[in-house]
């Protein structure tokens, strides 16, 4: 089936007897165009429910006001709210907002970089993929010069003119978290971890090890797994984790789905949360405060670090050179570990 035809710049002209340059600047408000003339090119422009070409426009301006955003995932609560605060800030400074997800696939990933760069964006906002170990396609950002700004999970060693960061203290709030199951009696603390070659995973990695270490305990591999996280992983690893000779008295997981899936695993087994086994998330999902009971979680900043992303990527279209942002975490304390008063 034939698509309907659109309505060109080309097609005003032609009926209004005008050349397509005067129909450009008429519907721009040109001060050369007669009041007379914009006036009959917007009628008929409304009247054929005429469209204009953005892309087409962002060429001859040399600028998109648009900003591509990549995330792994559109659902859950963490990315949506990244998502909400990048588009309320973008809005507010004049930009429009494009976006894409990778699905935790790096092909897709580069894909989605080729269609933005493609759709002349004036910078990019991305959070990697879980399968992202290769960055040569965002070399080619750079070499573009198109603002570059990674959050939450980030390339660590990129830096340069046209490239910002923002990220939450992921080892604080590890540390925070391991530290409040110190302080509620626990000894043998797990922790799900989660593939260690993504920055935030190994920074709740070392804040897990360090906050036992600075309590006098050692840490034991065996209550460490670093699976993929997700219910179905958290689950498993609290299995595992159950037939141990000395399993554990509390787990802290590096982020909350897995942490759900350890608590029903728990649940089915008769141990009691946090009684027998206290539990800790990461990321602080709208599940958390909902689930029987509900779960400890540390806060990340999402609104923030959407609407902060945004504002790092204008300071690099101002040719500045803003360093990283580190966002601070917040531990919220709830049922599911809370022990003692």
Not at 145 to 165: C, H, K, N, Q
Not at 240 to 263: E, H, I, K, R
Request: net charge neutral; aromatic share 4%; with cysteine.
């Amino acid at each position: 089936m034939k698509p309907p035809h659109r309505t060109s710049i080309t097609d005003l002209a032609r009926a209004l007897n005008l050349s397509p340059s005067t129909v450009s600047r008429a519907l721009t408000g040109h001060p050369q165009v007669s009041e007379t003339t914009k006036a009959r090119v917007r009628e008929l422009a409304e009247q054929l429910h005429f469209q204009p070409n953005q892309l087409a426009a962002a060429l001859r301006r040399g600028r998109s006001t648009t900003i591509g955003v990549l995330v792994p995932y559109i659902t859950g609560h963490f990315f949506p709210e990244v998502v909400n605060g990048i588009a309320i800030e973008a809005s507010q400074q004049g930009y429009n907002v494009m976006i894409c997800q990778s699905n935790e696939d790096v092909a897709q990933e580069k894909k989605n970089i080729e269609l933005l760069m493609n759709a002349q964006v004036e910078g990019i906002l991305v959070s990697l993929s879980s399968t992202t170990q290769d960055f040569a396609h965002f070399d080619a950002v750079r070499q573009a010069e198109v603002g570059l700004v990674f959050f939450d999970r980030i390339v660590e060693d990129m830096a340069g003119p046209r490239t910002s960061a923002v990220v939450l203290d992921d080892y604080a709030g590890a540390y925070q978290a391991v530290t409040h199951l110190i302080g509620q009696g626990c000894r043998r603390i797990a922790h799900i971890a989660g593939p260690l070659h993504l920055n935030i995973h190994r920074n709740r990695h070392q804040g897990y090890l360090d906050a036992l270490r600075a309590h006098g305990l050692e840490p034991d591999e065996a209550l460490i797994n670093r699976q993929p996280l997700g219910l179905g992983t958290g689950a498993e690893c609290m299995r595992q984790l159950l037939q141990l000779p000395a399993p554990p008295d509390a787990v802290f997981s590096s982020n909350d789905m897995a942490a759900v899936g350890a608590m029903q695993v728990l649940k089915a087994a008769g141990r009691r949360v946090p009684d027998d086994v206290a539990v800790v998330g990461f990321s602080n999902e709208a599940f958390t405060a909902l689930t029987e009971p509900a779960i400890s979680s540390v806060d990340q900043r999402c609104h923030q670090m959407g609407r902060t992303a945004v504002q790092q990527l204008l300071r690099l279209l101002r040719d500045e050179t803003p360093p990283p942002v580190v966002l601070t975490p917040e531990l919220l304390v709830r049922a599911s570990s809370q022990r003692q008063a």
